[in-house]
């Protein structure tokens, strides 16, 4: 089965581990880590997981509910800051952090590295699923429509379906974008990173809009390192 696959890839990436040395984790599903933790136990009893704790070294945090704030997301904003402010406590703009997985989240940061707020929305290959399980449509793979072209309007059921969820979360940014720039009078610093950060950043067309496909990973490790 697909489980006992995964379960064996799993064990053989755990055998590449270093005796003793540390796997750290960034969770935010808890069964999910209560099932890597009996996977650990079984497969390296030797390796040590460290959960990395929710903190902050150059975010501030704001009215958002902290208890909230997915570590993904926090993870995200930190990376964007490293990355974007230079030598200078501030950013040179606010940050828009987008990232582009089973969810869509969308996080404001503004100059002084406060988290102004943020979005949640279904994210592309969820709208699709769900537009396939609640309706009559049918199911649409990536693989159907393998060049999406904002350009041209869709012309089958196909491409309908797999464009529109492209275009609501270029939709979505770029409405978040301009939001953000009638507050603060100057466009945002917008960064994507996550599966469909490539599809969407080119399906919207904007040269001003960056793909960073492991931010997260890259906010984790700084995170880990400042424990």
Not at 194 to 203: D, F, K, L, Q, R
Not at 216 to 223: D, F, H, N
Request: aromatic residues 4%.
């Amino acid at each position: 089965t697909i489980a006992e696959q995964e379960s064996q890839t799993f064990a053989k990436l755990l055998e590449q581990l270093q005796p003793s040395a540390p796997l750290y984790c960034g969770a935010v599903n808890q069964p999910a880590l209560v099932s890597l933790q009996k996977s650990l136990n079984h497969h390296r009893p030797d390796v040590p997981l460290v959960v990395i704790a929710k903190r902050t070294t150059l975010l501030v945090a704001g009215q958002y509910s902290w208890d909230k704030l997915g570590l993904d997301r926090l993870a995200g904003m930190e990376a964007a800051l490293q990355q974007t402010r230079g030598d200078s406590l501030k950013v040179a703009r606010p940050l828009l952090v987008v990232s582009c997985g089973t969810a869509t989240t969308i996080d404001v940061v503004a100059k002084d590295r406060c988290h102004a707020g943020g979005y949640i929305l279904p994210g592309v290959s969820l709208g699709r699923k769900a537009l396939a399980q609640q309706t009559t449509l049918p199911a649409v793979a990536t693989g159907d429509c393998p060049s999406p072209n904002s350009n041209a309007l869709p012309q089958a059921t196909a491409a309908a379906i797999f464009e529109g969820c492209l275009a609501s979360a270029v939709g979505a940014v770029s409405w978040i974008a301009e939001r953000a720039r009638r507050s603060w009078g100057e466009p945002p610093h917008v960064i994507l990173t996550g599966g469909h950060a490539p599809s969407v950043a080119a399906y919207a067309n904007r040269s001003d809009w960056q793909v960073h496909p492991l931010l997260i990973v890259q906010g984790l490790r700084a995170l880990a390192q400042s424990g």
